[in-house]
DNA sequence: CGGGATCCGCGACGATACTG
DNA sequence: CAGTATCGTCGCGGATCCCG
């Protein structure tokens, strides 16, 4: 057995979790599902990320195998973003979450105004 | 229709990502699944959580009614948290994530070895 | 047993400005 | 276009102690 358990807290299986809650990966991740996309279109698609956090958050991703950065040598620069066979394996399960919170959102915040 | 848009900034959708990426949730979530559990017994199955942090968890997942807390007045006190079934219904896509989690762990712990 | 109260560090995150 | 540099804050989470 070579899997983690994620109740272990000295397992590394917690660092999955970590990625997840970082708030902008999930996005990054889900976004880049359609294919490659520079900078500026993550920029523009994911709303309210500062370039700052979204470079923090792409090269963690990197260093994680989950997506490869391929910069092109042209005038003006380009930068394109690519999903691994690894960040890919990812989509399904976060895809499956994020279904979940578009259709359960409302239930979630009228529990939330009933307790105000 | 009336579900939420996870790439909206201004979408309440953004709050069960923040949920996800809390800490403890996730793992508070998975280890109800089983049934109810005491206070001590999600400390003990939670490694690593203090009670503090434990407590706001549980009042927070309270609030958005993905479990419930009965307290039952006995010596000593006994308090019990139960999965709402708005949370079991979240368990599913989250169990799908952990298991990607303990299977992919290694993967993503060569990586970043590679890099260092 | 199941917390509440308090203090606090630290790192994520953001705003702004600048650059190859 | 695709970042980097700098600065600031903000609140999560941890440590510790105490209580009904």
Redesign the pocket.
Known sequence: MDTGDVFDPNCPTRVVLDRI????SVLVLLSLDDGPL????LRTRIG??????L?????SMELDGLLT?E?FAEV??????TLTDLGRSLHAPLSAVAAWAEQNVNKILSYREKSA
């Open positions: 809650g970082d708030k902008w520079r900078f500026t279109e309210g990320v500062t370039p700052k956090v470079t923090q958050t792409l090269r950065r910069v003006p620069p380009r930068v394109e973003y």
